[in-house]
């Protein structure tokens, strides 16, 4: 039997004349409206009139096909075969059975079929509505049960007054079953009108009242929406279905608007319910929005971008995330209920009593981040005894939460710390989480709460203050600016150096010397530094200028001496500032202008030997004369 994607079974093909007889015109109003087929059927041992089949992105485009062998009633059923796990042909099974020209099935309240498979199993989606465009009308059921018996499935209508031109027939979408695939089959697919089934209630919002604080330029989603009907065999049927079946309404359109995909939003100060109907039955569920008025926006942050691992800003880009609130149920009764305002997101805990923050794919490595910043707004009054405390959880070398090597640390924040509907930045030191001995795989931030109700919470980055710096510098020096005509180079890419200088004398010194590219910048490293020498080919005479000029950075050193040397050796020392590093200059490198006159009573007409003494490992760079 042939296997079939995107083919016609029959197209019914609609042409209009327009016929004008001279000195004759009808009024438009004598017009009769156009008349849609009521035909019921989808599947009745063939594809009715009009019916085309498409395969969903990323399905298996041969999981339907006509079947002659397994049927319900006459001589065909439709056959869908599930891929298995990992199947090149694609990861499930899906797609929608739709016609060209919609249909008026505003005489029916169901759609019924008779479905059995190769094994229990719990199909993912399956309904009508679905016209690979706007899907305006479509209900659907989830997690559908099958065996290997027949059994007829009844997926009642919530409104067929809505669907006077319908496209989607009849769709599904079901994935492996255990990681294994499996087939099942459809047949007598129609409309129906039965008077076994009846309403029982609708929701919005899963039929609960809820309330939220909002803003001027808040929008919101109402979603939680189901319908359920009184079955034959007298059990409760609930099916999913889209906004378009309910009639939205605010009690206060001065305070906010509703449109007829649920979408809210906030344009005044003051208090408005939503509500909405089905069919002109009261929906479970409200919402009520409390208005104040005009949004007062974080702080924008000012750390640099490069010294910044950012989870939730928009300031900054964000590390991947898992997510915000992944709910970790039974014991969370945290909600999210973020919003955007003037694209400005911000995220809204409600009901809170704890809620996590995840990043495990990659984990964040904040071995060379020093703080953990926050910006938290409280909505409601800070009550007595109120807490908030933060844990930052390491998931160890394994990158797994619940290994053997995870470490949590905490950190606490009094409520006479905190801020009543203001914004209030925290700035905490990762040494302050008590416990959180290992930075390099911290995958959860986590949000513990007493006596508080909800909250906001921008901008969560990490960031380095200038406390931590990278044994090794991610960016070259700082390039020079000065004339080449006023300098004398001893070593730097953008200058021509004097010759024959011997950057490694043998001076019975345990420092390793090495020219390595930092950034694509030539850049001499001394490691594990006791004192080293630079020797040159001749003498310089420096005596005609003014500087000597060296970028340098460490992340270890404590003590750090730069030498120059005339012959007998007279040498004169200066200390240099330790560590440099982020913070100090340019991508953490630090940059020094000595006078000359610092190394008196050294010749400066005669200059032999430059000198380094001190510990640490030093990264140097444009070390030159000028003025």
């Not at 939003?265 to 569920?285: E, F, K």
Request: charged share 10%.
């Amino acid at each position: 039997m042939k296997n079939i994607f995107k083919h016609t079974f029959t197209r019914v093909i609609l042409s209009a004349s327009l016929l004008v007889a001279f000195g004759c015109q009808r009024d438009i109003s004598e017009l009769e409206p156009a008349e849609y087929s009521k035909n019921p059927e989808v599947f009745i041992d063939a594809f009715s009139s009009g019916l085309n089949y498409s395969a969903f992105g990323g399905s298996d485009v041969k999981a339907f096909d006509v079947d002659t062998q397994v049927k319900y009633s006459g001589t065909t059923s439709m056959k869908f075969a599930v891929p298995d796990y990992g199947s090149p042909e694609g990861a499930y099974a899906g797609g929608s059975f739709y016609t060209s020209v919609g249909r008026d099935l505003s005489d029916y309240n169901a759609l019924t079929f008779w479905i059995k498979a190769t094994q229990a199993a719990n199909i993912d989606v399956i309904g009508f509505g679905n016209d690979l465009g706007e899907n305006k009308y479509q209900v659907s059921l989830s997690a559908l049960p099958v065996n290997t018996n027949w059994k007829k499935v009844i997926i009642p209508i919530p409104d067929p007054s809505k669907l006077k031109m319908e496209k989607g027939m009849f769709f599904y979408s079901e994935g492996p079953e255990n990681n294994k695939g499996y087939t099942f089959w459809v047949d007598e697919v129609k409309f129906e009108k039965l008077g076994t089934i009846s309403y029982q209630s609708a929701s919005i919002l899963n039929g609960n009242n809820k309330t939220i604080t909002s803003f001027v330029g808040v929008n919101n989603k109402i979603d939680g929406l189901t319908a359920a009907y009184s079955m034959p065999n007298g059990a409760t049927q609930a099916v999913n279905l889209t906004p378009y079946y309910f009639n939205f309404k605010s009690s206060n359109t001065a305070v906010a608007s509703v449109d007829q995909l649920g979408n809210v939003n906030t344009i005044g100060s003051g208090s408005s319910v939503i509500t909405a109907t089905l069919g002109g039955n009261t929906a479970n569920g409200n919402l009520t929005i409390n208005s104040s008025g005009s949004f007062v926006h974080a702080p924008v942050p000012t750390q640099p971008s490069n010294k910044v691992i950012s989870i939730f800003s928009d300031a900054y880009t964000n590390v991947p995330v898992d997510y915000y609130n992944g709910y970790w149920a039974p014991y969370q009764t945290t909600q999210s209920a973020d919003f955007t305002v003037n694209n400005d997101h911000v995220l809204n805990y409600t009901n809170f009593n704890f809620v996590g923050i995840q990043s495990s794919n990659p984990t964040v490595n904040a071995s060379l981040m020093s703080t953990l910043h926050f910006d938290f707004y409280f909505p409601n009054t800070i009550a007595s005894g109120a807490n908030l405390k933060i844990q930052v959880v390491d998931f160890g070398a394994d990158g797994v939460y619940g290994g053997s090597d995870d470490k949590t640390g905490e950190y606490s924040i009094a409520g006479t710390s905190l801020a009543s509907q203001a914004w209030k930045s925290f700035d905490i030191k990762l040494t302050q989480f008590t416990g959180l001995s290992t930075k390099a795989h911290i995958g959860q931030i986590v949000f513990v709460g007493t006596n508080i109700s909800g909250f906001y919470a921008d901008n969560i980055y990490y960031y380095n203050d200038g406390s931590i710096i990278p044994a090794t510098p991610t960016a070259a020096a700082p390039v020079p600016t000065l004339p080449a005509a006023g300098v004398l180079s001893v070593f730097s890419d953008s200058y021509t150096n004097v010759s024959g200088t011997d950057f490694n004398p043998n001076w019975g010194q345990s420092t390793a010397v090495f020219q390595t590219p930092i950034a694509g910048n030539n850049t001499l490293k001394y490691a594990g530094l006791n004192y080293q020498g630079t020797q040159f080919a001749s003498p310089l005479n420096v005596s005609s200028y003014g500087y000597v000029h060296i970028d340098y950075y460490t992340a270890n050193s404590t003590n750090l001496n730069f030498y120059l040397i005339s012959p007998g050796p007279v040498e004169k020392a200066y200390a240099l500032s330790v560590p440099s590093g982020i913070g100090a200059n340019t991508n953490g490198w630090k940059s020094v202008d000595i006078p000359l006159s610092s190394f008196s009573p050294v010749v400066l007409s005669n200059i032999i030997q430059f000198k380094v003494d001190g510990n640490g490992d030093i990264f140097f760079d444009n070390i030159y004369f000028h003025n």
